[in-house]
């Protein structure tokens, strides 16, 4: 089997005033080029799964886990600087909000240059090219303009394909998408979701789009896991998705509104109920 | 033992007394968790007792002179060695753990409630009065001030206590600074438009609301500004502004001991290092302090 | 010093900035010029309000301040009208403002100069000392900082922060006179007190006044290795404090930095930690680094005050407390507004150069 992510048993350990907190408790998962959702209420642990795989958890956070192998690599027992030459060249990710995840004081330009400069050699007029072609991908329409200005002079949702462009621009074999959208205005999340969609069947990558909306991520990906404090509750094919069993994600499910239904009162996702 | 400690850390307190015994309980035990603040705590207790009991803790009389002792290098007679004029330097020292210790409180005494005052007035009432306040606030802030101090002393004419009010006339600016930007936070908050309503004066609701609330701030600035209280102090010494020999301030005994410094090093170098010590032990401590008053810049060092 | 790590520490940038067009750049740039002017002229006068203040109203006899108790009862008398004491206090304000801005700032009793000729002639001397201090403190704080930053909590962490502690508890005269006597007259590595050897003195005209730059430009290499080797030591004690100062700066500005998320976007992109570190941590803290290192720069004038009188630097600080012994106010009250106003304006030249070379101010 060629999977292209192999995951057992991952668990990301914080210290804290009590002792040891797992916030991510022995999580497993495989995935081939395809789409895979990662759904969860806030604080459950998405975000440190994503930066596990790329080894980017901060001390005084700690990863192990009994096997984590990308394309047949072992990612663990990589060193740091063979780590460095899978980010970005791979492994990359986009991340929640480009008003803080965008370096303020350089250049859109030099910002995506620099993703492609990081990984191989080239000349001035080629990493030029190959921005603007880039941006174009992302669909803005003036990438010549766009290059020179700094990530303040544009719009959230310019700004999050500026990312995209960065992170997809070495051309890796495994996107991982955090919240991608949460940031922005509701008007410009479809479309930037079909950016990510569009380029990621075009080059034929896989991709973990991390959400705590679950109706986008039905949307969006072939496959789903359900996340809760740590754990792993629910694994399902996005289709199969209303046979869920988990109480959890029955109750997730039951909290999205629906146009062709009307209910007296929303929902509320029962917590103590659904208690593993 | 036990039960003290859960009546002290009880997360609903019935008395006031409870409550505010709890609070120092907490904070003593989180400053006890930072070393360096520790090493702060204890060098700032060792001054207070030196200064305290400094006739037991002295060898020889402060201002004894000897001239056939003159300039003696340190021996188990003499711990730091002798000044020029015969006297035993480590008794000087001691000593003048004294005179620091007056001039660190005098400062604060006088400084800390002036700027806490003011800075809460100005920032109580805001509009003209804010304005005129902190016009005069920045223009004090905008001068060096040790240069500000060197100039008021050369007005009062030197002496100890002219160099302690120059130094608290140089130092309340950044008091009534800070407290204008508490008062700003506390001004619009719920409970004291609460007491507003109430009908409490403006005076009362300073008194008994504002300025209780920006004393935590408060020591921990006044304890970081120690350290620049004791250097401005013993820079004016040395110059011969501030303490009149034979007093033995650390200053101007560096001061005295310059003319020897190329061969009794000594004379010029003791006092010193009491000074370096006992200003980093308010550094320390002052650090420890707004750790962990202070979390939010708890890291920015 | 505490209140310019505060003031620096609200200049660091960390959040995103409004957005702004570039044909409004510009007209926000001048206006904010403008703004700064206003505020340095109104500082300015607040600065002469002191010193007249500190001058006139606090002395019991203001005449004595100036001439000394030695002064002959004529000279006292001319002193007395020559002040305007006898009309009302705020004409004398006025009057004293005039002539500060006209460079009248009053004769000095011990050199028997005009006070503004006297400092004209010492100030490059603490001039060159300061710089050079400067330049040692940017050149090893920054670094430090930055490292100590990359490495927090590791042992080099923590000693780098007990140096940066250490500059706010060591009294600079004292770490003078302990530098002399080891590195003069014990190791003789360095020159003793004073600019140059006495042999030197006065064989190079002035012409900037800086006599390294003055030897340099007379084609004198002995007297420049000279003149250096007696500013090495001064100089380097002021580095120290301007070291410790940058030093603790930088690595707080630092950690801010590193938590950022688009840090994390440099590491995700496989960008090397050397890079991620100077490039993107420590390029955005750059401008506000700029407000530092000149607050550092205005406060080793204060220093010198200290420094000078122990290595008899003839600049403004030896001037300062010469003055300050023979009680000649027109002579300190000059040295504190020269002193005063360069201080202020350095602040507020990093002030402006911060609007002008933050793309987000702009
Ligand atoms: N430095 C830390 N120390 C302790 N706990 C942490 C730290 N950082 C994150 N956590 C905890 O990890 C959990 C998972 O966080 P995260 O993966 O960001 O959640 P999300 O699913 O919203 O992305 C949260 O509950 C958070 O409290
Ligand atoms: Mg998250």
């Not at chain 1, 956070?61 to 060249?89: C, H, P, W, Y």
């Not at chain 2, 130092?171 to 009534?176: D, F, K, S």
């Not at chain 3, 005209?205 to 000279?226: C, H, M, Q, R």
Request: with cysteine; net charge neutral; aromatic share 6%.
């Amino acid at each position: 089997m060629n999977a292209l992510l192999e995951i057992r048993n991952l668990k990301v350990t914080f210290p804290t005033a009590r002792g040891p907190v797992d916030v991510v408790k022995g999580l497993s998962l495989t995935l081939g080029r395809e789409r895979l959702g990662i759904v969860g209420e806030s604080g459950s642990g998405k975000s440190m799964t994503g930066r596990s795989i790329l080894r980017l958890i901060r001390s005084p956070g700690q990863v192990t886990a009994d096997e984590m192998t990308f394309n047949g690599t072992d990612l663990l027992s990589l060193s740091e600087k063979q780590m460095r030459s899978i980010r970005g060249a791979r492994i990359s990710m986009v991340m929640q909000d480009p008003k803080f995840s965008l370096n303020p004081v350089m250049t859109i330009g030099d910002q995506i240059a620099e993703a492609l400069l990081t990984h191989q050699k080239l000349g001035r007029s080629d990493i030029r090219n190959r921005t603007l072609a880039m941006l174009e991908a992302v669909r803005i329409n003036d990438p010549e303009r766009v290059l020179g200005l700094y990530p303040h002079e544009v719009s959230g949702g310019m700004g999050q394909r500026v990312m995209i462009a960065m992170m997809l621009i070495p051309e890796p074999d495994l996107l991982i998408a955090d919240e991608p959208t949460s940031a922005l205005d509701v008007s410009v999340q479809a479309q930037v979701l079909e950016i990510i969609d569009d380029l990621v069947k075009r080059k034929g990558m896989g991709l973990i789009l991390i959400s705590h909306d679950l109706d986008l991520v039905s949307a969006y990906c072939d496959r789903i896991l359900v996340m809760r404090s740590g754990e792993v509750v629910e694994e399902c094919d996005a289709g199969e998705l209303k046979n869920a069993k988990h109480p959890y994600t029955r109750g997730l499910l039951a909290s999205i509104p629906r146009i062709d239904e009307s209910r007296d009162e929303l929902p509320v996702l029962e917590r103590t109920g659904a208690s593993t | 033992m036990a039960t003290t400690r859960d009546w002290l850390l009880d997360d609903s307190p019935s008395s006031r007394l409870q409550a505010r015994l709890g609070r120092s309980y907490r904070l003593a035990r989180a400053l006890s968790r930072n070393p360096l603040a520790m090493v702060g705590a204890i060098i700032v207790a060792t001054l207070i007792l030196v200064a305290l009991f400094a006739p037991w803790i002295a060898t020889h009389s402060p201002i004894g002179q000897d001239l056939a002792m003159r300039l003696k290098p340190p021996s188990w007679d003499n711990w730091m060695g002798t000044d020029e004029l015969g006297r035993d330097i480590w008794s000087r020292v001691v000593y003048g753990a004294r005179i620091t210790l007056m001039i660190v409180a005098l400062v604060a005494v006088l400084a800390a409630p002036v700027g806490l005052v003011i800075g809460a007035v100005a920032g109580y009432f805001g509009g003209w009065v804010d304005r005129i306040l902190m016009g005069i606030t920045d223009i004090f802030l905008s001068m060096p001030k040790l240069i500000l101090a060197l100039a008021f002393v050369a007005a009062l004419g030197p002496g100890i206590q002219n160099a302690i009010i120059a130094i608290a006339i140089a130092t309340w600016p950044g008091y009534a600074r800070i407290a204008r930007a508490e008062t700003l936070t506390i001004r619009n908050s719920e409970f004291v438009s609460a007491v507003e309503l109430q009908g409490a004066s403006s005076f009362r609701v300073i008194v008994n609301h504002i300025l209780p609330l920006c004393t935590s701030s408060m020591i921990i600035r006044v304890t970081l500004d120690m350290a620049g209280i004791i250097l401005t102090a013993a820079g004016l010494g040395f110059i011969g502004l501030g303490a009149q020999p034979p007093l033995p301030e650390w200053g101007a005994m560096i001061s005295r001991g310059r003319s020897f410094i190329l061969d009794q090093w000594w004379v010029a170098t003791m006092p010193g290092f009491a000074i370096v010590i006992v200003s980093l032990g308010f550094c320390f401590l002052g650090d420890g302090l707004r750790d962990v008053l202070d979390p939010k810049h708890g890291d920015r060092q | 010093m505490a209140s310019e790590i505060d003031s620096a520490a609200k200049a660091l940038p960390t959040g995103p900035g409004g957005s702004s067009r570039n044909a409004r750049h510009a007209w926000k740039t001048v206006k904010g010029v403008l703004g700064v002017l206003v505020a340095v002229a109104f500082t300015f006068l607040g600065l002469l309000a002191i010193t007249f203040f500190i001058g006139r109203v606090v002395p019991i006899d203001p005449v004595l301040a100036v001439v000394g108790d030695r002064a002959p009862r004529a000279v006292y008398e001319a002193v007395r009208i020559e002040m305007g004491l006898d009309k009302p206090l705020i004409v004398q304000f006025f009057h004293y403002v005039g002539n500060v801005l006209t460079g009248d700032l009053g004769m000095s009793v011990s050199t028997g100069r005009p006070v503004a000729e006297d400092l004209a002639r010492v100030f490059p001397a603490t001039l060159e000392m300061a710089t050079i201090g400067i330049i040692i403190g940017v050149a090893l704080g920054v670094p430090m900082g930055v490292y100590a930053a990359s490495r927090q909590g590791s042992l080099v962490d923590q000693v780098i922060r007990v140096v940066g502690l250490l500059g706010y508890s060591v009294p600079a005269f004292w770490l003078g006179l302990v530098g002399l006597a080891l590195f003069y007259a014990k190791l003789q590595w360095v020159g003793g007190p004073g600019r140059i050897d006495i042999f030197y003195d006065g064989i190079i005209e002035p012409v900037t006044g800086l006599l390294l730059i003055d030897s340099l430009l007379a084609g004198d290499i002995e007297i420049f290795v000279n003149a250096l080797t007696h500013i090495a030591l001064p100089a380097a004690v002021l580095g120290f404090f301007s070291l410790a100062y940058i030093a603790r700066m930088t690595r707080s500005f630092m950690l801010d930095q590193l938590a950022q998320e688009y840090v994390t976007t440099a590491r995700v992109k496989g960008v090397s930690e050397r890079l991620v570190l100077w490039r993107h941590a420590f390029r955005p803290i750059l401008v506000p680094l700029i407000t530092v290192i000149g607050l550092s720069y205005a406060g080793l004038l204060e220093g010198s005050v200290m420094i000078e009188t122990v290595f008899s630097w003839p600049g403004i600080g030896n001037y300062l407390t010469t003055a300050l012994l023979n009680a000649d106010m027109n002579a300190v009250l000059g040295a504190t507004l020269v002193i005063g106003a360069v201080f202020i304006g350095i602040n507020k030249i990093s002030d402006v150069l911060y609007r002008v070379l933050d793309p987000r101010a702009r």
